[in-house]
Nanobody, 116 residues
Framework: QVQLVESGGGLVQAGGSLRLSCAAS????????MGWYRQSPGNERELVAI???????EYGDSAKGRFTISRDNAKNTMYLQMNSLKPEDTAVYYC??????????WGQGTQVTVSS
């Protein structure tokens, strides 16, 4: 099992920045890919960014150029630096990890609210 705990969400004005963290524990050696998804009311959960064990990254269209995903393997922690935030970035942000057996783990989510 892998446990994921997000932190760093909150209320920020448009144009501001936030950094989300996701701390992993448990069978962390089994984790290949980690990532962030988000979901706002009435919408499907959407990809924000993923980072593979190799360090390769992919971003959803809404995150490109504004968000940066990173991973500190020594601290078993993943980060999402979000800059130039917009009201449409308001959502619950979820941390996810995929193991070598392709099991998906999810955190409980952290709320990000961007005011205009």
């Amino acid at each position: 099992q892998v446990q994921l705990v997000e932190s760093g969400g909150g209320l920020v004005q448009a144009g501001g920045s936030l950094r989300l963290s996701c701390a992993a524990s448990g069978r962390i050696y089994s984790i290949n890919t980690m990532g962030w998804y988000r979901q706002s009311p009435g919408n499907e959960r959407e990809l924000v960014a993923i980072i593979r064990r190799t360090g390769d990254t992919e971003y959803g269209d809404s995150a490109k150029g504004r968000f940066t995903i990173s991973r500190d393997n020594a601290k078993n922690t993943m980060y999402l630096q979000m800059n130039s935030l917009k009201p449409e970035d308001t959502a619950v942000y979820y941390c996810t990890a995929v193991s070598s057996t392709r099991t998906n783990y999810w955190g409980q989510g952290t709320q990000v609210t961007v005011s205009s």
